[in-house]
Structures are given as C-alpha cells and as structure tokens.
C-alpha cells in the first residue's frame, strides 16, 4: 500500500506556472505506476499525465501536451507535476494517484491522494 499526499496548488493567471508535487509514502515507491487526474466542477474525473516505473516513458492527455509534463524521484519518494502556460480550463482539483499493476490512460488507479486545489484566472 502507498499513501500520497499532494501540493502546490493555488491561484494563478492565464500563462502562469505551477508545480504540483506528490509525496508517497509506504511499499516501495518505485514498483508504482504513477498518475496525475484532475476534476473540475461539474465535470468527471480526466486523466492528465503518466510516467512508468523507471521514468523513461510518460503519456498526456491531448488537452495538456506541450504544457505539462509530469516527473518522479523514486529515491525521495516523489513525483511532480509542472504546469505551464496555465489557462482557465485547467482549474480543477488536481489528484496524484498509483498503481502496481495498471499502466493505461483508462486506467482507475487503486491508491490516491486527497486533491489539491488549482484554479487559473482569466
């Protein structure tokens, strides 16, 4: 079992920049698949971004390509979201999640953070 716990949301403009960070705790980190999602209001759940084991292949939702790209530091337990070039559609809660089994974007991770809270202003 992984626990995660996410951070670094917040309020920024049009253009800005984030760096969302997730902090895993438990089985060892580095046999976990690893996932950004996000929720906005009204809205279901959307994948963002995936990164493998070792960190050589990652995958992104069409809608946050060229933007986002997502990382991970298996010897600190850690994995990273940088946003750039932020635009009001990306305002949503923004969720870490694992997996030791599933690596697909249609994928329902089994462990997951509790969100952290990104909104982007126009």
């Known amino acids: 079992q992984v626990q995660l716990v996410e951070s670094g949301g917040g309020l920024v403009q049009t253009g800005g920049s984030l760096r969302l960070f997730c902090a895993a705790s438990?089985?060892?980190?580095?046999?976990?698949?690893m996932y950004w999602f996000r929720q906005a209001p009204g809205k279901e759940r959307e994948f963002v971004a995936r990164?493998?084991?070792?960190?050589?292949?990652?995958n992104y939702a069409d809608s946050v390509k060229g933007r986002f790209t997502i990382s991970r530091d298996n010897a600190n337990y850690a994995v990273y979201l940088q946003m750039n070039s932020l635009k009001p559609e990306d305002t949503a809660v923004y969720y870490c999640a694992a997996d030791d089994s599933s690596w697909s974007d249609y994928a329902t991770p089994k462990y997951w953070g509790q969100g952290t809270q990104v909104t982007v202003s126009s």
């Open positions: 438990g089985r060892t980190f580095s046999s976990y698949y």
């Open positions: 990164i493998s084991r070792n960190p050589s292949i990652t």
